[in-house]
């Protein structure tokens, strides 16, 4: 698409890198692409995933977040949030980085076709009216079901339902790392495990097998990354702590399988 730049994510497992080296190198190059490529006041926005989705379940951090939350105020950029995939619950609440525009959709409104873009009403109103709309647009009855499942992650306290046993499956999935996995990574119910091959390139094939083996066995999984060697564990927000274990214990077997 024309106009748009793309820098690199703290990606440290990618770099060989801590998290911290990845961090400043990204903030690093992104301040060189101002300098090369486009002149910060020629740019409208950063629109970045608080964790990576497609992109191999990378979670950012707050340092990253914090330095683009400098560079946006300096340069007068808004700072877009994509929560497409990790929005309302599935990662807790982290980074303390306020997003002057986040966008949503699929969890909202519990499967029902709805997505939405917030932001204050100082910046919405600069937009002409009708000029923001799509094919995933409202209509009363996904509204409705918004609502409801608003109330539901409230009431039931889904946001630390899911830090909770997010942390218990990123751990059970640590725990069972086998050689060929080159990392298992993640924030909240969102948890990576990647698959390397002894050289350290990308193990696609054994990736996919274990997805396919998965599924075999009754735990449905997906597969992401760029080379889509990453398997990625998504429980719903209502998942139980039986419902983990067992997941993990259908995990075990796939591995010892493939």
């Not at 301040?31 to 006041?41: G, Q, S, V």
């Not at 609502?147 to 339902?161: F, G």
Request: glycine content about 12%; overall charge negative; charged content about 20%.
């Amino acid at each position: 698409m024309p106009g748009v730049h793309v820098a690199p994510f703290p990606t440290a497992y990618r770099y060989g890198w801590s998290e911290e080296q990845a961090t400043e190198f990204a903030l690093q190059e992104l301040d060189y692409l101002f300098a090369t490529i486009t002149a910060p006041e020629e740019v409208a926005a950063f629109v970045v995933e608080p964790v990576l989705g497609e992109g191999g379940y990378v979670p950012g951090n707050t340092q990253f977040f914090a330095g683009l939350r400098e560079r946006a105020d300096r340069h007068g950029i808004l700072l877009v949030m994509d929560e497409i995939q990790t929005g309302f619950g599935r990662t807790g609440q982290h980074f303390g980085v306020k997003p002057d525009v986040i966008t949503f959709a699929k969890g909202i409104a519990s499967g029902f076709p709805l997505s939405g873009i917030a932001a204050s009403e100082e910046l919405m109103s600069q937009a002409w009216p009708g000029s923001q709309g799509g094919t995933y647009g409202a209509n009363a009855v996904s509204c409705a079901a918004a609502v409801a499942t608003i109330d539901v992650i409230a009431e039931e306290q889904l946001v630390d339902n899911a830090a909770q046993h997010g942390a218990q499956l990123l751990a059970g999935a640590k725990d069972r790392a086998v050689d060929g996995i080159g990392d298992v990574r993640g924030l909240g119910l969102m948890v990576g495990i990647e698959f390397t091959a002894s050289d350290g390139s990308p193990d696609t094939a054994r990736a996919q097998a274990a997805q396919q083996e998965a599924a075999r066995r009754g735990l449905l999984l997906l597969t992401c990354g760029a080379h889509m060697n990453v398997v990625r564990m998504i429980p719903p927000l209502v998942v139980t702590k039986e419902e983990i274990d067992e997941g993990l214990s259908i995990w075990s077997e796939v591995l010892a399988t493939v």
